[in-house]
């Protein structure tokens, strides 16, 4: 999660291990606590400096471990193993049910006890008369009558204990059911629980339940018991919290835009984007922050957002289980709005606590300054694992960041792409090619017409400003060129992207043409194809 240059992708790291606790809605997983690692990282900051920033720059190509068990290093095999164990014997005496509100402690009858504490006296003499208990406890009625009633009543129990075999003579009138009655002595154990997480069992023959206890495992470094810990507690949570009936709440569309799923990045990761600016609109942040009920309600539509999104992965041993996370800091409310960070930090914590590796790597694009320097200062607390699927972005360089994890045609448009809502030419499937067009240049892109039919093409100049012009050139010599549109500035404030079509009645070529006459380079993004007549 880097920059493309190699510069700014240093500054860019560095200036970003930060983030996981104040950014509203990372999902997903949010990124692993740094308990017992902060405080070696915090000794070795200050030295190592510039050494530091070079390994973050370099860990920024994070890439995701195996999730095929054959493929694990040994210790971590016997890791999966020993929680596999511990999990096989809790879900045997059903450890993972809920527990009842401490009604284990009813027992406060102890209170007679406390009581008869204050004769300890009397049952010392109980114990001096074992042979004669009906005897003193006679005597110890006339010392003290409301303890006696309490000791008569024990010494009954204890002389109605011996009498066993009235119990046995009512069996034996009743011989002929001594086999069910040995079968209701011992009955069957029952069966173990059956714990789901996302729709997979915790245990079963499906290699889906190994990928799922591996996200722990690697969120506990292989401690088997740390994260055997870890998954009960998330499944407590999750049947405390409702999210299976989370999942069938009518809980609105008003944040749509602020969190939203769009595309694939290279590697076949959803992506999902956070835009934090959306918050500006009053009252958009009223409804939704300003009590405790509206951010309860905004918690509550987060987790059903992630759940859903987690449900349409791929949980097999090479499918893809993790999701891409874009966070857009434009414009998004400073750290003096309270409600947001409230409801941010809470979120954030669930996620942290109950959502193991499901993130493959956080952009954060359009990053102000003040977020790089709040960032530095949490940069210690972070693991360096953590760090590295952190990239950071500053306006200027969020497109071609996006564009280093997330092919233009899958970036939606408005972050510089392709990807557009509604009925389109061309589908996120068609790759875009990319050029960087020098200042003080011209650029021409020729499309081949052989054979008669429709050219379809559309093209983009990241921030414009500059000329653009097509024509078709004949391959017939002394025919005639066609101007198919004639040479004209596009600015940043114009159509961000250009689509246009040419019917091709004879063979030639279109030659479309970019001239950049300012002082920057700029990257100009098309594709194209022949529909058949």
Not at 28 to 52: F, G, I
Not at 108 to 130: F, G, I, N, Q, R
Not at 326 to 340: A, H, I, M, T, W
Not at 410 to 432: H, I, N
């Amino acid at each position: 999660m880097a920059e493309e240059t190699q510069k700014p992708a240093a500054e860019v790291v560095v200036e970003k291990p930060v983030t996981e606790k104040e950014l509203p809605v990372p999902e997903p997983e949010v990124p692993e606590k740094a308990e017992e690692n902060s405080t070696e990282e915090t000794d070795k900051t200050e030295k190592p400096l510039v050494v530091e920033e070079e390994k973050i720059a370099q860990s920024a190509s994070f890439k995701e471990e195996s999730n095929v068990v054959a493929e694990l290093p040994d210790p971590e095999k016997k890791a999966l193993d020993d929680l596999k164990l511990l999990i096989q014997e809790a879900l045997n005496n059903h450890d993972f049910t809920a527990p009842l509100p401490k009604e284990d402690k009813p027992e406060e009858p102890k209170t007679e006890e406390s009581s008869s504490s204050k004769a300890e006296p009397e049952t010392k003499v109980e114990e001096k008369a074992p042979a004669e208990m009906s005897v003193v406890v006679a005597e110890v009625v006339d010392e003290d009558g409301a303890k006696t009633v309490e000791a008569i009543e024990e010494t009954i129990v204890s002389v109605a204990a011996p009498p066993p075999p009235q119990e046995e003579t009512a069996p034996a009138k009743e011989a002929e059911t001594e086999e069910p009655k040995e079968s209701e002595a011992t009955p069957p154990p029952p069966p173990p629980e059956e714990v789901f997480i996302w729709g997979i069992p915790l245990l079963g023959d499906d290699e889906k339940s190994d990928t799922i206890l591996l996200k722990f495992l690697r969120a506990r470094d292989f401690k088997a018991k740390d994260a055997f810990t870890m998954i009960k507690n998330t499944v407590v949570w999750r049947k405390e919290f409702g999210i299976e009936s989370l999942l069938e709440e009518d809980l609105g569309n008003e944040l749509e835009k602020v969190v939203f799923m769009d595309g694939l990045d290279k590697e076949g990761h959803p992506v999902c984007y956070n835009v934090f600016g959306e918050f500006q609109n009053k009252d958009l942040y009223r409804n939704t922050f300003s009590d405790e009920e509206k951010r309860t309600k905004f918690l509550r539509w987060r987790i059903q957002f992630l759940e859903k999104s987690i449900r349409k992965l791929d949980f097999t041993q090479n499918g893809i289980c993790t999701i891409v996370q874009v966070n857009d800091l434009k414009n998004s409310p400073g750290p003096g709005k309270r409600e947001l960070r409230l409801a941010t930090n809470q979120a954030l914590q669930l996620l942290q606590d109950n959502y193991p590796e499901f993130v493959a790597r956080q952009v954060f694009i359009n990053v102000p300054w003040w977020y790089l320097a709040f960032n530095r200062m949490i940069s210690p607390f972070l693991t360096q694992r953590t760090k590295s699927k952190f990239v950071f972005a500053g306006p200027s360089k969020s497109a071609d960041t996006l564009f280093k994890y997330i092919g233009p045609e899958q970036v939606p448009v408005q972050y510089g792409g392709l990807s557009r809502d509604g009925e389109q030419e061309f589908s996120t499937a068609e790759a875009v090619s990319e050029v960087i067009i020098k200042p003080a240049t011209k650029h021409t892109i020729e499309f081949p017409a052989t054979e008669a039919g429709t050219l379809v093409w559309e093209l983009r100049v990241l921030g414009w400003d500059v000329s653009y012009g097509a024509e078709f050139v004949p391959s017939t010599e002394g025919s005639y060129t066609v101007i198919i549109s004639k040479t004209r500035k596009v600015s940043a404030s114009d159509e961000p992207v250009i689509s246009n079509t040419f019917k091709i009645g004879e063979a030639g070529k279109v030659v479309l043409t970019i001239n950049n006459q300012s002082s920057k380079k700029k990257k100009l993004l098309y594709r194209s194809k022949t529909k058949a007549c």
